[in-house]
């Protein structure tokens, strides 16, 4: 399979714990980004890498969400101190950068968070 | 206010009608712009990428009005397959891809 994977698929964890989750992007895509879902919402951009530098971060990610993408491959987030406002889907996708325009985005079956 | 806004739905229409979903976009920043299909307990998809000449594939036409900030996606002859919901996205130069919440469709027999 040659398309974007998550992992893991769900996770339940109780208030305060700490949770990751890893994003395999397809292989050739050099951005990568990270989205939450909530029931009956679109998805909410959290944050951007170009190949392994984290460009944007939205203002929904509060100190205790971390992502990183070393060596421009595979990526985590990292949730801290989860509360049960934290549960969601966490949707990873990736794309090819064409220029300055944006490429179409490949998204992951994502990972769902359920925080008790 | 939201950066994306779409028709808050749901819209039920039997086979063969047509429908139409509107989006607007308050970033005039915004360079791209595309509708992305979400099917129930899965990941988004790209339906079609929208262009400011307006396109068209197969029953689906996108439109865009720059002047208005508006997005639109008209669905011709329904069909079953086509329940799901509709993601308006607008795009503000490479990265800052941002969804709206999405139109829910349900088409009937």
């Known amino acids: 399979d040659t398309g974007v994977s998550q992992d893991p698929r769900h996770k339940i964890t109780k208030r305060g714990q700490n949770v990751t989750f890893r994003c395999d992007p397809i292989?050739?895509?050099?951005?990568l980004y990270w989205y939450r879902q909530t029931l009956g919402q679109g998805p909410e951009f959290l944050t951007y890498?170009?190949?392994?530098?984290?460009?944007?971060k939205s203002r929904l990610l509060s100190d205790r969400f971390s992502a990183e993408r070393p060596k421009g491959s595979f990526s985590t987030l990292e949730i801290q101190r989860t509360e049960q406002g934290d549960s969601a889907m966490y949707l990873c996708?990736?794309?090819?950068?064409?220029?300055?325009?944006?490429?179409?985005?490949?998204f992951g079956e994502g990972s769902r968070l359920t925080v008790l | 206010r939201k950066e994306v806004e779409q028709d808050p739905g749901p819209f039920n229409v039997p086979e063969g009608a047509t429908v139409a979903f509107n989006c607007t976009y308050s970033?005039?920043?915004?360079?791209?712009f595309f509708w992305y299909r979400q099917d129930c307990r899965k990941e988004p998809k790209l339906l079609m990428s929208?262009?400011?000449s307006g396109n068209e594939d197969g029953r689906f036409t996108a439109q865009l009005n720059r002047a208005s900030q508006y997005i639109s996606l008209l669905i011709r002859d329904s069909k079953l397959s086509d329940s799901a919901t509709y993601l308006c996205?607008?795009?503000?130069?490479?990265?800052?891809?941002?969804f709206g919440a999405g139109t829910r469709l349900f088409v009937k027999a």
């Open positions: 996708a990736s794309s090819l950068l064409l220029g300055s325009g944006a490429g179409e985005l490949f």
């Open positions: 292989s050739e895509h050099n951005r």
């Open positions: 890498f170009q190949n392994e530098a984290q460009l944007e």
């Open positions: 970033n005039s920043a915004s360079q791209s």
């Open positions: 929208v262009y400011s």
């Open positions: 996205v607008a795009n503000t130069g490479g990265f800052k891809t941002i």
